[in-house]
């Protein structure tokens, strides 16, 4: 493979993993903004810090994914 034919497909391959962050970016924000929504929706809730926070699908999410890497 000539050298500008290896640049050409490594741009390929640097364009398709941006989209591929993209598209998660654009997921991550989407679960924010109904996040978000909900909890403008529900007003106050009482917690131990925050009940919003503490009652919420992302919240637990991320708290499997810390013991998870707390693991390794």
Not at 5 to 19: G, H, P
Not at 28 to 39: D, I, M, T
Not at 43 to 53: K, Y
């Amino acid at each position: 493979m000539s050298p500008c034919a290896e640049v050409r497909e490594i741009v390929r391959q640097r364009l398709q993993e941006l989209d591929e962050r993209m598209k998660e970016m654009r997921r991550y924000r989407n679960e924010l903004a109904k996040a978000l929504s909900e909890w403008d929706a529900a007003g106050n809730i009482a917690g131990h810090i925050c009940g919003l926070i503490e009652g919420t699908e992302m919240e637990n999410r991320m708290s499997a994914s810390k013991m998870v890497m707390r693991k390794k």
